[in-house]
């Protein structure tokens, strides 16, 4: 089992950034792609964006396109999501999650983080 550590989360005002961080605990088939959801109190996870080692593949919800990047670091096995133009509506616990494809990952990822939490104010 994949352990994934989250960290980077905070309080920031509207139109801040911030910078997530997820660190794999080793590399496997599992965490070939690696990204994040989030939770917002009340509502359903949903997708933000995900990487997959292979072919740098990036996956974006519609959403975060222009405001969120997701990127890579092989060698520390740490993926990380700069949040840009941030807006009270991207509150939220954000969990790091892993999975061995970009599809599985979208269905039922297998590995999770506990989640940092993202609050930010208007």
């Known amino acids: 089992q994949v352990q994934l550590v989250e960290s980077g989360g905070g309080s920031v005002q509207a139109g801040g950034s911030l910078r997530l961080s997820c660190a794999a605990s080793r590399i496997t088939y599992n965490n070939n792609c690696m990204g994040w959801f989030r939770q917002a109190p009340g509502k359903e996870r949903e997708v933000v964006a995900a990487i997959c080692r292979g072919g740098g593949t990036t996956y974006y919800a519609d959403s975060m396109k222009g405001r969120f990047t997701i990127s890579r670091d092989r060698t520390k096995n740490t993926v990380y999501l700069q949040m840009d133009s941030l807006k009270p509506e991207d509150t939220g616990m954000y969990y790091c999650?892993?999975?061995?494809?970009?599809?599985?990952?979208?269905?039922?990822?297998?590995?999770w983080g506990q989640g940092t939490q993202v609050t930010v104010s208007s």
């Open positions: 999650a892993a999975d061995n494809s970009l599809k599985g990952w979208l269905r039922s990822a297998t590995n």
